[in-house]
């Protein structure tokens, strides 16, 4: 228990510190902070828990060199995310109060300490498969061939939020089994098209007049086949083993006369191409993006990837697919690593359509859209349907679509005032006015303050609550949603044998409110720590009821939504919780940059990424936090463009 409520005292002052850490000092003089005075803040108001005989938070910070910290970066780092999330103890443990004009200091001092002198961080992220989402993006471009990767393949494993980090992108003999299958079936269906369809004009780029005229025909499709599978330039060597698929099956075919009759050499050199396009499509070289090491390369040392892996690099960040024939050629003259064409090139990917992919696949993640799948259905909101669901998840993604279309400044996200609605969305919002089933772009006015920013979207509020209780909000999911999401804060897991909540029927008069279900978790020594930290957001939320929709009463009982934020903000509704929360907003950008950079690198980010992190944070800002400068930022940054060999060796 005693270990509980401290974790709960490192957690609790996370809006405290981080709004302190985040606005402008007020205007009284303080010292400048040096190694000594931030060692004596640490020894006195730290150390007393975090040293050799008590090791709380497996965190030691007595005894350090406060001259060095940048020899213990683990250590620090770690201690620089609590400060800046408000996660140390509160003053009342030390009985000394932190002046917030110093400790906004200390902050920036181990900032500057930390980044000062930094080493490239670049783990290899491991051997990246392909998943669904990028081999389905990788047949269309190929074979202009649609298909459903759920029939083909099975569910890629998620991990640090989002479905393309490499080490969770593990091959397994069943996996192994059904890309053989899936290129048999898709190799088959491409080519039993009919002969002016779009797979057959994209694959058969010639076609042999006669029999002498077949093999260099068959060697140029498979040469324009690997390259682009192989997103590079396919060596003779690789053509001339495919061709060897197409010549055994082509030898195969005319030994059972399937040469015979009309077109009889043509189906023979179509059957052939399939053959070859098989082999092709089950190639390691196509369903992992494998990056060379240079040779006599020591374990752990870094090297910069080829101009053609950058390439890949950028175009699976930015489109969720193999870079184009535009980006191909300048990365095959060396030229795509010039800075200039790197942000000409990321730009140019940028406004493209294809960068829809970073609604789709990293937005639609990042915010969980996924979760609205799961929902339903809900006895108690017999209005809520599939086409409202479909609606929801599409006002988020038209929403995240503008900041990126329009390069606006990313904290958008969290107070545009305007919003995407078709005439479902608009009548479960309640605007009026809205016909049609096309969603169109609307400002909205005062009435319907509370739908700015994301915290106003139905998808979600709607699918950040408990799936158990369909009939009912959750203030801790909707809490742990905000916090995770906005802030890069995580609420303590709940202790073990929690008792759940007692539950009444729907029709039952005397059934409270979700707040006052919730007093027996926050009255209990082993929860109200916790639930103090999350509910306060929860409850500011409690207007939009279980699908999003706008309430004033809960079971015939006037909604209560004001309570005190930990960090001792009061807040009255969403818009409080809004204006709260742009307390936060250089904390909301780097939480963003870490996401994405997560994303654009396909591993998990460390304690090694932060200085790269705060920089490219730190120079967003004097670009008003545009989109395109985060971006820019990774693909511009060692981090983005470097690999390593593994520490062992492998």
Not at 157 to 184: C, H, Q, W
Not at 236 to 255: G, I, K, P, Q
Not at 314 to 331: K, M, N
Not at 355 to 361: D, G, P, S
Request: hydrophobic share 40%; proline share 6%.
């Amino acid at each position: 228990m005693k270990k509980a409520l401290l974790l709960f005292t490192v957690i609790a002052a996370a809006f405290t510190i981080l709004r302190i850490a985040t606005q402008a000092a007020p205007p009284q003089a303080t010292a400048p902070q040096t190694a000594a005075s931030v060692k004596a803040f640490i020894d006195r108001d730290c150390a007393s828990c975090h040293n050799n005989r008590d090791w709380i938070g497996n965190l030691v910070l007595e005894n350090q060199d406060f001259t060095k910290i940048g020899q213990n970066r683990a250590i620090w780092e770690k201690v620089v995310r609590k400060l800046k999330s408000g996660q140390e103890p509160k003053t009342s443990l030390t009985g000394v109060t932190l002046e917030p004009a110093r400790r906004k200091e200390i902050v920036a001092w181990f900032d500057a300490e930390l980044d000062r002198n930094a080493p490239d961080y670049m783990p290899p992220p491991g051997l990246h498969r392909l998943n669904r989402t990028e081999y389905k993006n990788a047949i269309k471009d190929i074979l202009d061939l649609d298909i459903v990767p759920s029939t083909l393949l099975p569910q890629d494993d998620s991990t640090r939020g989002f479905d393309n980090i490499a080490r969770a992108l593990r091959m397994t003999p069943e996996l192994a089994a059904a890309y053989v299958k899936a290129a048999a079936t898709i190799s088959r269906n491409a080519l039993a098209s009919a002969a002016g369809s779009a797979s057959a004009r994209k694959v058969f780029i010639c076609r042999p007049a006669n029999t002498s005229e077949e093999t260099p025909c068959a060697q140029r499709i498979v040469a324009n086949l690997a390259t682009q599978a192989f997103r590079r330039p396919a060596s003779t060597s690789e053509v001339s083993e495919f061709m060897e698929s197409y010549h055994a099956t082509r030898l195969d075919n005319l030994n059972r006369n399937f040469y015979e009759g009309p077109g009889g050499s043509i189906k023979v050199f179509d059957r052939g191409i399939e053959a070859a396009l098989r082999e092709i499509l089950n190639d390691r070289r196509f369903i992992y993006r494998r990056e060379v090491e240079p040779p006599n390369l020591s374990a752990g040392q870094s090297y910069r990837i080829s101009d053609l892996e950058l390439a890949s690099r950028l175009s699976y960040f930015l489109w969720s697919r193999g870079p184009d024939a535009a980006l191909i050629d300048l990365a095959s003259r060396g030229q795509l690593r010039d800075p200039a064409v790197l942000e000409r090139e990321a730009r140019r990917m940028l406004a493209d359509p294809r960068a829809e992919a970073l609604t789709t696949n990293f937005a639609g993640q990042w915010l969980s859209l996924w979760m609205l799948a799961a929902v339903g259905p809900l006895p108690t909101y017999p209005d809520f349907d599939d086409a409202l669901k479909v609606a929801m998840r599409r006002e988020s993604e038209l929403f995240f679509e503008s900041i990126v279309r329009e390069d606006r400044n990313v904290v958008d996200l969290l107070t545009a005032n305007y919003t995407f609605v078709n005439d479902r969305l608009a009548r479960h919002y309640g605007i009026p006015n809205i016909t049609g089933s096309e969603f169109r772009r609307i400002t909205l006015d005062p009435a319907f303050d509370v739908r700015r920013g994301l915290l106003g979207k139905a998808a979600f509020l709607t699918g950040a609550s408990n799936y158990n209780f369909p009939e009912r909000t959750s203030l801790v999911v909707r809490g742990n949603w905000v916090l995770t999401k906005f802030l890069g804060l995580r609420a303590p897991d709940p202790p073990p044998n929690v008792p759940p909540l007692k539950t009444w029927a729907i029709d039952d008069p005397t059934r409270p409110g979700v707040r006052d279900m919730m007093a027996s978790h926050q009255n209990s020594p082993s929860c109200n720590q916790c639930h103090k930290l999350v509910d306060p957001i929860g409850i500011s939320l409690e207007n939009f009821d279980r699908t999003g929709k706008w309430r004033t009463d809960e079971f015939g009982k006037p909604i209560d939504a004001t309570d005190v934020l930990v960090d001792g903000t009061p807040v009255r509704g969403p818009a409080d919780l809004r204006n709260a929360l742009m307390g936060y907003s250089d904390q909301f950008v780097a939480t963003f940059t870490e996401s994405l950079l997560t994303f654009s690198l396909g591993r998990g980010t460390e304690y090694g990424d932060m200085p790269l992190i705060r920089t490219i944070a730190r120079d967003a800002a004097i670009d008003n936090n545009r989109f395109s400068a985060i971006v820019l930022g990774i693909v511009k940054s060692r981090t983005f463009q470097m690999n390593s060999r593994y520490e062992d060796g492998r």
